[in-house]
């Protein structure tokens, strides 16, 4: 008999989240270690590997930091093979690496577009490719895409961007769809704006601040704890019924 909020624990899993050396995936990589599991803190700078995976050791869990570029697939494959000499296995893979360029459609630099594709599309999928063989293997996996409102609907001067997590959107489903009999379950996270790094910009000029808070239903940005219950609902048991969908956090910005 489960005690109910054992169906969140994710005491013994071994996690991996790219991106987590800030913004987003720092968060998602924290919020699944408060659930209990043990994370592959993966990015691109050694310092910032150093210091995540050390405040995670300090919540109690065993975490340990990958250098991981998700532009080279040579990369992806060291660094997903240094994670499973480490830890054994990847029970939970949260693809969250990416990026942003805004300006209109006509003016789009081309290695602007190539490098948003790259790496919030393709990037998810080398990394994908590289993990979830052992997940099948053993009939057990959790794959979280982090996708964005804009997979959903659409925004002037967001061109690659909404593109690639359109595509997030529906490489979640092929994935759900290719793995589903086998235990491994791929859903998608669709955030609105939540203060980091990549929208900083956004954040410091009022009127893009203020449309943003304008255009949604709840009237604010999202704070980033409220993005934790919804990783850790897709990483664990609650959700095993669950798969091929995208979960906006949001406030109510794609309802309408
Ligand atoms: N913030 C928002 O409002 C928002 C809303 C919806 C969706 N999202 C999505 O959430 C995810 C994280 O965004 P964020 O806001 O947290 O951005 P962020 O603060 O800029 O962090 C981006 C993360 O991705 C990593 N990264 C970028 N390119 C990489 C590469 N080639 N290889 C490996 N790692 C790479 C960065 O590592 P380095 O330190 O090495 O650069 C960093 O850890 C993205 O997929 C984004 O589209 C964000």
Known sequence: MWAIMDLFDLTGKVAMVTGSTRGLGETSAKALAKAGADIAVCGRNPQDLDRVSTEIKRMGRKSQGFELDVLSKEKVKKAVEQTLNHFGRVDILVNNAGTNYRVPVLEYPEEQWDLIINTNLKGYFL????????????????????????????????????????????????????????????????????????????????????????????????????????????????????????????????VW
């Open 127 to 254: 990394v994908a490719q590289a993990v979830v063989p052992q997940m099948l293997e053993r009939g057990y996996g959790k794959l979280i895409n982090m996708s964005s409102i804009f997979g959903k609907v659409g925004l002037a001067n967001q061109l690659a961007y909404a593109s690639s997590k359109g595509g997030v959107e529906q490489m979640t489903k092929v994935m759900a769809l290719e793995w589903a009999k086998q235990g491994v379950r791929v859903n998608a996270v669709g955030p609105t704006y939540f203060e980091t790094d990549m929208v900083k910009q956004i954040r410091n000029d009022p009127a893009r601040f203020n449309f943003i808070n304008e255009r949604t239903p709840m009237g604010r940005w999202g704070y980033l704890p409220e993005l934790e219950g919804t990783v850790i609902f897709l990483a664990s048991k609650a959700s095993d019924f669950i798969t091929g969908q995208t979960i906006y956090v949001d406030g109510g910005w794609t």
